[in-house]
């Protein structure tokens, strides 16, 4: 199992675009990363604030539903945030193309 991951992070951080990632465990802690701890501790913290917010508002829509993936775009960047029960997965990459928001 433990290659399965390590195979999936080395296939994402070769991803075009990606600058990186962090996982965070429930606590707001990173425990794998492949930037410098001041970014991973900052984007885990950033996120946790936001997929929390996020979570309240879903749920106050509909009571039954979660939250399963989150993507933010930015001018710079493009966070793609996965939380799942135990950790949260969060990738930064660079947008590709120029598409224009809705």
């Known amino acids: 199992m433990a290659t399965q991951i390590e195979e ?18 429930n606590a707001g802690i990173p425990i794998k990363s492949n930037m410098d701890d001041a970014m991973s501790v900052r984007y885990a ?3 946790q604030q ?10 106050k829509d509909d009571p039954t539903d979660k939250l399963t993936y989150l ?8 966070i793609l945030v996965i939380p799942d029960k135990h950790y949260t997965m969060v990738v930064i990459q660079k947008p590709t193309g120029s598409r224009s928001p809705m």
Do not use: Y
């Open 8 to 25: 999936t992070l080395k296939r994402i951080q070769t991803s075009d675009g990606v600058i990186g990632f962090v996982i965070v465990n």
């Open 45 to 47: 913290g950033l996120v």
């Open 50 to 59: 936001l997929t929390s917010t996020s979570q309240v508002a879903i749920k």
């Open 71 to 78: 993507r933010l775009r930015t001018k710079n960047n493009e």
